[in-house]
């Protein structure tokens, strides 16, 4: 049996695992491809859940830049407003997370190498001998060397950040739902702090756009131009979310977590939380296996059997909107404004468990405001 355990990436995932394994006194290291831990990362957003980022055993206050308590929805001329009562979600600085999750891991005992990027060849000797594991991101090296069922649906991003913005509301987060410009997605907005924005727009890869040019269309739409006007873009890149689970998340020795095994919710591409509560059920499947001889394929069940639900709602929710043509959208949120589901997210929503949502439905009838 294998005792040692190679993590491929020193994302928020990998670098979970690799903190839960040492402290199981198991011996981990973790290769990242980046000179330095956070580098790329400002690729992605960072909004999070208060509840579900408490949930990771990481000491992130340190990188809270913003707290957000109101979310926007968007489709023509409708909005829907859904204000939390109290805090829900904080944006934080991706890189500053990242960060705080090394050094944890590395207090606990875990071995981190810079620069190392893996290729097929040396992942393969590594499994021979060790425990691997794929926390490499949307496009895993891993899943593709070792044949793991595909990705079937990704969104392409394109995300920039402003500053010198004249921000409403800094604790507001806007999404724009327009089939037409993000196809099978959106187009976002959410404040840093009083002066800096975030602008983005995802599609998905079946548009035959790419996200460069959608985000053109949308900051020129009448949805957002002259809230820009006078600031300043300070960078611009692409990236991509895997918008499903792979279908297996074991094979043998070599496991997948986080967005290499696509544990993202497809509603709004949100990855951090739930790659990261499934690194914690490898980290348990994989110290059961070396302290007590189980199997590694229990890894597979545990997460789906814990966060398989949510995930899948999640995903319903995706196709569910994104089926909606541009003027359905407008309906629906103009129909849910008069029935009070703003009011009701308000109070019960959950940005991680539409599962919670569901139940306090149930439970409250149709007694939605
Ligand atoms: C535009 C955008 C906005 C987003 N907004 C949010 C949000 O608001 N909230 C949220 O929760 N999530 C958000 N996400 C998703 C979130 O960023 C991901 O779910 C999360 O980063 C996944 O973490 P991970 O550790 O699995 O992978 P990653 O963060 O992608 O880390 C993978 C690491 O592996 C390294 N690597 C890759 N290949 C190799 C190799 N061969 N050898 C060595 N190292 C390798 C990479 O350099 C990288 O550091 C967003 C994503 C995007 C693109």
Known sequence: MQKKVVIVGAGTAGLILAKQLALGGVDTTVHEAKKAIGDGIEKASGILSIEGLSSLGIDYADSVTNILDTAILHAGREQLVIKTTGAKAFVVDRRELARLCAKEATAAGAKIVLDSRLGREELKSIADGCILVGADGAVSNVAS?????????????????????DIDDYHTAELFFSNNSSHRFFAWTVPYSKERLEVGIGESMHSKRNSKSAFNTFINSSAISGRLDKAKQIYGCASIIPLECRKETVKGNVLLIGDAAGQVKATTGGGV????????SAARAILDHINKGTKLEMYDKAWRKDYGLDLKLHKLIHEYYSSLSSSGFEMVLKISKIAGVGSFLGKYGDMDKPSTILKNFILRGNKIR
Do not use: D
């Open 145 to 165: 060397t070792f044949a793991f069922p595909k990705i079937n649906e990704y969104v392409l991003t394109y995300k920039t950040e402003y500053e010198n913005v």
């Open 273 to 280: 939380i739930f790659g990261g509560m499934c690194a914690k």
